[in-house]
């Protein structure tokens, strides 16, 4: 049974850094793609980043380019984001996601697993 657990959310101001983390357990992690969704009060779930189950590329939305940066370590079967330059936009509960043998971009329909979530908390 797959398994993904976030940590790393919290409340920060406005241009500070974080880092989440997912651990996965009961895949083969490194053949699995994994991604971050996010979801703010009122709004749908939107994909924020993905990487290749090769780890070889990545892919963001738009609104976080420049910003976020997801990384992996296989070894540890852990997928990372950080997040620097945090805007109150950013507000939502983050989600790890992933996918077998999966591409480096998600969509919601596409995803295989779901973790419980994390919440980021950005205050102006």
């Known amino acids: 049974q797959v398994q993904l657990v976030e940590s790393g959310g919290g409340l920060v101001q406005a241009g500070d850094s974080l880092r989440l983390s997912c651990a996965a357990s009961?895949?083969?992690?490194?053949?699995?793609?994994m991604g971050w969704f996010r979801q703010a009060p009122g709004k749908e779930r939107e994909f924020v980043a993905g990487?290749?189950?090769?780890?070889?590329?990545?892919y963001y939305a738009d609104s976080v380019i420049g910003r976020f940066t997801i990384s992996r370590d296989n070894a540890k079967n852990t997928v990372y984001l950080r997040m620097n330059s945090l805007k109150a936009e950013d507000t939502a509960v983050y989600y790890c996601?992933?996918?077998?043998?999966?591409?480096?971009?998600?969509?919601?329909?596409?995803?295989?697993?779901w973790g419980q979530g994390t919440q980021v908390t950005v205050s102006s």
């Open positions: 996601v992933s996918r077998f043998r999966g591409g480096s971009y998600f969509s919601a329909s596409s995803v295989e697993h």
């Open positions: 990487i290749h189950w090769s780890g070889g590329s990545t």
């Open positions: 009961g895949q083969t992690f490194s053949s699995y793609a």
